[in-house]
């Protein structure tokens, strides 16, 4: 039977955004891109910056890591990226994206869990960084297997991945004011209320 | 009811549907195929124009591409023939710009065909006309600002050293060696100063270094702040480990003609040298900076997070930065022994 309801335009969205990137990358200063052969790697972090859908959830990890601690961020920062990494090596040997209606999940458990500031233990945090991870991972290199960056663009984005993570955990972490906190808490419910929107498109 | 706007709107699709879709297939050529004119700035003042005529049983559309007066071809053109089209491209310079000129076709009255023309500006905007037998030329907008000119250098300038790993990988070994603030400081300022000389040199056309050696020269640049590295970090001295500013000045001045390279490869303006000279390297140190910042940061990040590497993670920077560099050295002396260009 065929599924004929409007699916999310994540899809064409983190394509366009990929063309976009390389295009801006490929028109610009190309010749060091030629001379290093470091291209594919800029087409992957230029990939995984025009990417909301990537990005966000990424950022929301970040502040929930910020928000429990310093174990939570030491292991965010290998789990995440490494997890991406293996999604990706499997989307890229499988090559077939798999289905964008569930994009909506990652924004609202995430984001829920920013927004409420629920105490968790590493496991679980480490559970969804690598569930997370594998996804996106797995989503990414499938669009790679199609548009040709390949294992080096993976590496671009789990840099990408590693570096932001790395930074927002960090940051949130050095918050002292209480206030501050309640932005971070915020900032989750925005991820949520995003999560809820995409939600809401799928199954309209 | 369609009104003659949609139809218009209509027409313009359907002929830029036709021009992506231009294939050389005898049995769709017809003359109302329309001919296609591409202008890409590549530099203010300079464009790579792409122009297409269609062919129909050997014959070329009787169409004459005229380009406003004052414009100069730069080098040779270049023909292309297939069977269904004919292919020119050339670059040209026109002091002061296409902007607020007119582009004639001259012959396009006494045909039925239609001209597709796309305008892609440096800085990022595109236009698309479609030119008419009935107007047969086309006025183009007028020129950019002192403003989006200096602009536009500058985010070259941003992107050219972003885009340069080879660069960043030298600043990054060198950000490994420094133990100080004000050693750091130091040493950015002197790889700074440096690299200015050299661009200002190369680009006002006082030295030139022929690419395939001083790309080697710069790869031999990074290759030699590996060890120097590890060196470093094994609680071991040496001159550049005392004194990494003047490790960072003598290269600097290389990759400052590297820098060069990139700036004379968008294209210089005779005009607006000073301009270009001082928005292109305002942008190299602002992504200079920038790349400095996101390093400095991810070392306090990793305080914070009192992250604790193993050994062999602790290395890979220094690994990485040897053994790219050695990479990048080999390959670049192959290309030169090899007479690459």
Redo the contacts between chains.
Sequence with gaps: MTDNRPRLPLKPLSALAFGVGVAL?SS??E???V??G?GP??DGISHFALAPEDLIPVLALGLLAGLRG?EH??RM?VVLPAAWLLGGLVGLAAGAPASTSVSWIPFVLIGGLVATDVQLSVRVTMALSALLGLFHGYQNGAAMEQAGPGVLGLAGIAANVF?LV??I???V??LRADWTRIGVRVAGSWVAAIGLLLLGWTFR | MTSPRNLLLARLLLTLLASLLFQPRGALAHESRPAYLQISEIAPDRYDVIWRTPVLSGMRLPVVLKLPDGARELGESFVQESPGSLLERQKIEITGGLGGKRIDFVGLQATITDVLVRMATLGGAHSTILVHPAQSYVDLEASRGLLATAGTFLV?GV??IL????HLLFILGLLLIVKSTWMLVKTITAFTIAHSITLAIATLGYAQIPTPPL?AAIALSILFLGPEIIRSWRGETSFTIRSPWVVAFAFGLLHGFGFA??LT?IGLPSTEIPLALLMFNLGVEIGQLAFVA?IL??A???T????KWPRQVEMLPAAAVGSLGAF?TIE?LAMMLAGAP
């Design positions: 990358i610009q200063a010749a060091h891109l001379t290093t470091l790697v800029y310093k961020g030491r920062l570096v790395t930074l955990a960090a940051f972490i050095t | 070259s992107e050219h885009l340069g790993v080879d790309n390279s990139g490869a996101l940061l991810l306090r990040a990793f914070v997070l009192e992250m990048w670049r």
